[in-house]
């Protein structure tokens, strides 16, 4: 069996830390013992062809300058998307498509765990992940926010489809990735299944110093790519929650009674109450700023 891996570098030589964290992504991979190919697409990100080159890592590789993009946008998931559907089709004999960031450390058993799946169709994602930060592990059981590997197993004829349906889907720089493959595995009839009871991802928290992206400028991008996943809810006929409901909604879409173990439902318990609280309190601190 075989995987085509879609993921994109971050600029090598900026970040020491990061360039750390992409490294032992790969080796990561590198150590299970499956046929990976990777799909990589890249917006003239400094170094990076050299360094997957030094990894010595089968791969489709493509650059899309930057000019190629709308102005001051820097990189784009659904041309990700785009070229790692078209090489799924036309370019080999694949069993999975995955996503992922390259800032998080992929479990071992991985696919010895989509292998007893018996499904000729699935999507299957792992959350919560376990958060290193400063370089101390945090507990695995808290629900941070975010999806960081999704593994969709497809036949040839369920990736056209998928590539069909995402003509009405654009995205461009930060957010909401995750979200829309979560939509787009309901608009493609899959099931949904989260490995964490037996697997576990790593993630490290990122460099962003290291780069001229602010908190103002990710809030920009979200609203901006919430606009065009309510696009592809419209096409698709599923729900606007996904656009709304943050992960409140997400986490009611891949739960499964099957997938709980004691930690993954402690999570579940934490998650709602505690962020549920921490948000009206916000909402009120701001108020009584005002």
Not at 16 to 25: A, G, P, V
Request: aromatic share 16%; hydrophobic share 40%.
């Amino acid at each position: 069996m075989k995987a085509l891996w879609m993921v994109s570098f971050r600029p090598i030589g900026k970040s020491k830390i990061n360039d750390l964290f992409q490294s032992i992504f790969i080796d990561s991979i590198k150590s299970i013992n499956f046929d990976i190919t990777f799909s990589l697409t890249q917006f003239d990100e400094p170094n990076v062809k050299e360094f997957i080159e030094e990894k010595k890592i089968k791969n489709f590789y493509k650059n899309i300058p930057k000019k190629n993009l709308p102005i001051q946008k820097k990189y784009s998931n659904k041309l990700m998307l785009d070229n790692a559907l078209d090489q799924y089709i036309t370019k080999g004999d694949f069993d999975y498509l995955v996503y992922s960031t390259a800032d998080i450390i992929v479990p071992n058993n991985l696919f010895k765990n989509l292998d007893k799946i018996k499904l000729d169709n699935f999507c299957a994602v792992i959350f919560p992940n376990t958060h290193v930060i400063n370089g101390r592990i945090k507990n695995s059981f808290w629900p941070h926010f975010g999806i960081d590997l999704v593994i969709f197993k497809i036949s040839k004829n369920k990736a056209i489809e998928f590539q069909n349906i995402i003509g009405s889907w654009n995205q461009y720089d930060w957010g909401i990735s995750e979200t829309f493959y979560i939509a787009a595995s309901e608009a493609l009839k899959l099931k949904k299944v989260n490995l964490f009871k037996n697997s576990s991802v790593i993630k490290f928290e990122n460099d962003f110093e290291a780069f001229s992206e602010d908190r103002n400028e990710q809030i920009r991008a979200w609203k901006e790519n919430q606009g065009y996943l309510l696009n592809f809810l419209k096409k698709n006929n599923l729900s606007k929650m996904y656009a709304y409901g943050s992960y409140y909604y997400l986490l009611i879409k891949i739960f499964n009674l099957k997938d709980l173990n004691f930690t993954l439902l402690l999570s579940y318990i934490i998650f709602y109450p505690y962020n549920l609280v921490a948000k009206i309190l916000n909402k009120i601190k701001n108020l009584l700023i005002k």
